[in-house]
Nanobody, 124 residues
């Protein structure tokens, strides 16, 4: 089992930046591929970004390409989501999720571990 904890959310003005972190722990955390999702009020949870297990492949939703970037620490325990040029439509609860496969997927149902979420609010 993998335990995931997000941090770094907050209140930011349009055009600002935030860096979210997803810390993984547990017996099998080193074999987990991490994906980021977000959910706005009244909307379904949507895929934001994902990082392959070896850290060499990233995938982004079209709405965040060029503004968001994934990275990971050398110990592979923490995955980061750098969010730049934030827009009001980026507002929502951001979740990291884990799956025991080499590559991320955009389908939320294919992840078996989830963090508690961190709130991101972008205001104008």
């Amino acid at each position: 089992q993998v335990h995931l904890v997000e941090s770094g959310g907050g209140l930011v003005q349009v055009g600002g930046s935030l860096k979210l972190a997803c810390a993984a722990s547990g017996r099998t955390f080193s074999t987990v591929t991490v994906g980021w999702f977000r959910q706005a009020p009244g909307k379904e949870r949507e895929f934001v970004a994902g990082l392959s297990l070896n850290g060499e492949m990233t995938e982004y939703a079209d709405s965040v390409k060029g503004r968001f970037a994934l990275s990971r620490d050398n110990g592979r325990t923490t995955t980061y989501l750098q969010m730049n040029n934030l827009k009001p439509e980026d507002t929502g609860i951001y979740y990291c999720a884990g799956r025991h496969y080499s590559y991320p997927t955009r389908r939320a149902g294919e992840y078996d571990s989830w963090g508690q979420g961190t709130q991101v609010t972008v205001f104008s």
